[in-house]
């Protein structure tokens, strides 16, 4: 059976600023030459939540859907390609320009994200058919946030309960749910009923001034907290930390919160339990930043 996932696929432009200057704080921070350049090592590569889960589900060889649409340009093809060579369905439409997200590097490998969604949110009138043969749907808080899109997403989970079909949510960004604002972000998240929701710490954190673990998920919440044991808030229980791979420094995250939720996933539609799944969840988090390390960044 298939996992599926529905958002965007886009460019994403990596820039790591080279000149970096030292804070009051001892720790360094990104500077850039006002009127003047600033050195940088600049690499392109596939992005968008949506689109680097079905990557990384592709990675573990699960059967994944990708849902969404897509620029007719060529920078368009060479995404597309991109997530069929590594095992994805990819289920678009073509239209419009390709999204851009400029992500500016700092130091310790967090991130800053000028974000262009171009085409991905002009996804309309889906098909049911979309659906067929799939076990699960994820969908980042990203494609519940604008129309068409979001309405598309919000017709989709429908279908998706009609047939008895799984639904995880990923909150995506605490400045989505800024711009959301806490309470719209949670009432949304309880008109899907999802199984699981992934947040990162400060995600949480938000939510939790809004409603309780149980209220936003029917399974668990999933807390990623990067390097450090992530949580996990079962809706019976108590909550338990599980520890991360330890790798060590890295200059890249981006996409590692979204190959965690992966392989959470597809552990959990193989019957393994919340521990189990945290724990191959680290492991493809942390095979994704492998990879970009042997990828130089790439």
């Known amino acids: 059976m298939v996992l599926a996932t529905v958002g965007d696929l886009v460019e994403d432009i990596i820039v790591a600023v080279d000149e970096l200057a030292a804070s009051a704080s001892s ?24 689109a680097n889960l079905a990557a990384a589900a592709g990675a ?12 007719d340009d060529p920078v368009g093809d060479r995404l597309i390609t991109d997530l069929a060579d590594r095992g994805v369905d990819v289920v678009t439409r073509r239209a419009g320009r390709t999204g851009t997200v400029v992500v500016i590097l700092h130091d310790g490998g967090e991130r800053s994200m000028l974000t262009d969604r171009g085409a ?8 049911s058919s979309w659906l067929d043969g799939v076990e699960h749907l994820h969908v980042p808080l ?38 959301l604002g806490p309470a719209i972000a949670v009432e949304l998240i309880g008109e899907l009923r999802p199984a699981l ?18 209220e936003l998920a029917t399974v668990a919440l999933v807390e990623k907290r990067g390097p ?21 420094p890295v200059g890249d995250t981006t996409g590692a919160g979204d190959a965690f939720a992966a392989g959470f996933i597809v552990a959990r539609l193989a019957g393994d ?26």
């Open 60 to 71: 573990l060889g699960a059967p994944v859907r990708f849902i969404g649409q897509v620029g």
């Open 120 to 127: 991905s949110v002009s996804l309309h009138q889906p098909e």
């Open 197 to 214: 929701v992934f947040a990162n710490e400060d995600e949480a954190a938000v939510l939790a001034t809004e409603a309780r673990p149980s």
């Open 27 to 50: 720790e360094r921070e990104l500077r850039l030459n006002l009127g003047a350049d600033t050195r940088a090592v600049v690499t392109r590569r596939r992005g968008g939540s949506a």
């Open 142 to 179: 990203y494609s519940l946030a604008e129309p068409p899109l979001s309405e598309t997403t919000a017709t989709l989970v429908a279908h998706a309960d009609e047939r008895g079909i799984g639904v995880s949510l990923d909150v995506s960004a605490t400045s989505l749910l800024a711009a």
């Open 228 to 248: 450090r044991p992530a949580r996990v808030v079962p809706s019976t229980g108590d909550p338990f930390d599980v520890a991360a791979v330890e790798l060590g």
């Open 273 to 298: 339990d919340l521990r189990a799944c945290a724990e191959r969840g680290h492991r493809s988090a942390a095979d994704h930043l492998r990879s970009l390390a042997v990828a130089g960044g790439d």
